[in-house]
């Protein structure tokens, strides 16, 4: 019984913080601390980031996905996506 109660209960739960997770879709503003938010979608740039740690035990696996992620986004902008 158990078995089957454990993953229902975890769908049922993502399912929830999904459906009240939103957006108004309202345009991009600035924060307090001066970090611009929203979207990030313009008509002629995309702005796109990565949080992830630079420190501790993923630090190489980071670092590497970050500069993988960097090559692919000069591949992408260099062939005029």
Do not use: H, W
């Not at 209960?9 to 993502?14: R, Y």
């Not at 001066?34 to 630090?59: F, M, Q, R, W």
């Amino acid at each position: 019984m158990l078995r089957k109660a454990v993953p229902a209960l975890a769908i049922a739960s993502m399912l929830a913080l999904t459906a009240c997770g939103g957006s108004d879709g309202g345009d991009s503003t600035t924060g307090a601390d001066g970090i611009k938010v929203g979207k990030g979608v313009g008509d002629s740039e995309i702005n796109l980031g990565i949080l992830t740690d630079y420190s501790g035990p993923i630090a190489q696996a980071a670092t590497s996905g970050s500069i993988g992620l960097e090559i692919k986004l000069d591949q992408v902008e260099a062939s005029g996506f």
